[in-house]
């Protein structure tokens, strides 16, 4: 039994949700590897973010099933699926404007005893000593991800791409162990897009995170993935390596489209 979840972080089987008469996700199976970077994507409409939601706890799904290492984690709330080191970032990303990016940083681990107004009166030391080590921790992922020139800096001045590099530091200061990161190239430019898919490419080779990204941009999904799925209606259409993907007729028809294929898709 143990051999069958060898290599295999998240799997998903049989996977349905659907919201009135629309079947958002329509009995989709996948295996992500742990150490892997997969790539999710498909056309608007595809049932992508609804996955990644079901995965991550903010809506239970109809049927089917989520397995994180072998352990069913199907329906587990967030905060729950937090503790497992699993995370999921959006979109749009969800910092905390007012405060600076070292700030954001150190607010991520829970159970920390300053939140508790008796542990401020009776044990200090030990508070000063936990924010202490959480401020080490923060410096670290701030010079993992070459950002000390916006340390200080507050996080709503931040641009849409160094938002997203905060995002990524901030599943760093819980050592996550699969992120799911949706649409990471959305709103950035060129020069932070690449730094982040560096840093992705840093966290899986040497820290042996894994990674499901949904994203538009092929030439990023490229460049870091090492499996491809594409999804249609809800259900998964076909998966691959990057290169497999982009010469399936059926992608390019889907998504694609047939016009690009010669124009951007081909070499």
Known sequence: ML????????VIENLNKSF???RAVNDASMTIKAGSITGLIGPNGAGKTTLFNVIAGHYKPNSGSVYLEGRDITGMAPHELFKQRLLRTFQIPHEFTT???RENLMMVPDEQPGESLLNTWLRPQVVRNHEKK????ADEVIEFLEISHIANELAGNLSGGQKKLLELGRTMMVDARVVFLDEVGAGVNRTLLRKIGDAILRLRDERNYTF???EHDMDFISRICDHVI???EGAVMAEGTAEEIKSNPDVIEAYLGSGQ???RYTK
């Open 3 to 10: 051999l069958k979840w060898m290599l295999k972080m998240i």
């Open 99 to 101: 405060l600076t990016v």
């Open 230 to 232: 594409c999804m249609a």
């Open 134 to 137: 959480i401020l080490t921790k």
């Open 20 to 22: 009135g008469g629309l």
């Open 261 to 263: 294929k010669s124009k």
């Open 212 to 214: 499901c990204l949904i």
